[in-house]
């Protein structure tokens, strides 16, 4: 079995890379937002932790997450954000370790994680690649995609981490400007089969 640990800021094509990785190499993909998102659904552990910590107005009618209400939150208060991520990595970091653990018979799992060093997830990826792209290509990419303005675009971006932090740490580097072609190149380099 061989991990591959996929990073880099929101907008900047994760999972169009993942999506290719899927497609022409058989990999497994295990989507590190999505297991959050599924880990906080009403009555499980890591929604009851966000609500201990960020009060009973963060959940709607049904006792649901409001996703973008959080998000406002964490976006303007650092204190918040990393007692956010903190939660986030028990309960999230445990989740992909035993889904990983569930997988022996895969020879190839990418694991799709913005926050892939700060969750320390890197120290059990083979390799890691990290996606880049150019700042207005992200920001256009996450306003179409979760339907959000420039500026709350911008105010995300402005909280992740920079192209340089991980150019610094990645094993392999992956500029995306959208051509499939270049992309599909730039994966077959890493030298997968």
Sequence with gaps: MRIIGVTGSS????????????EKYSAHIIDADKVAKRLTKKGTMYLNSIVEYFGIDILDNSGELKRKQLASIIYDDDEKRNALNNLTFTYVVKEIKENINNLKDKELIVIDAPLLYESNLDKICDIVVGVLAKEEDKINRICKRDN?????????????????????????????????????EDIRKIGLK
């Design 148 to 184: 959000i303005s420039e500026e709350m675009a911008k105010k995300r971006l402005a909280i992740q981490s920079n192209d340089d932090y991980i150019k610094d740490r990645a094993d392999y580097i992956i500029i995306n400007n959208g051509d499939l072609v270049e992309l599909e």
């Design 11 to 22: 907008g900047a094509g994760k999972t169009t890379i993942c999506a290719i990785l899927e």
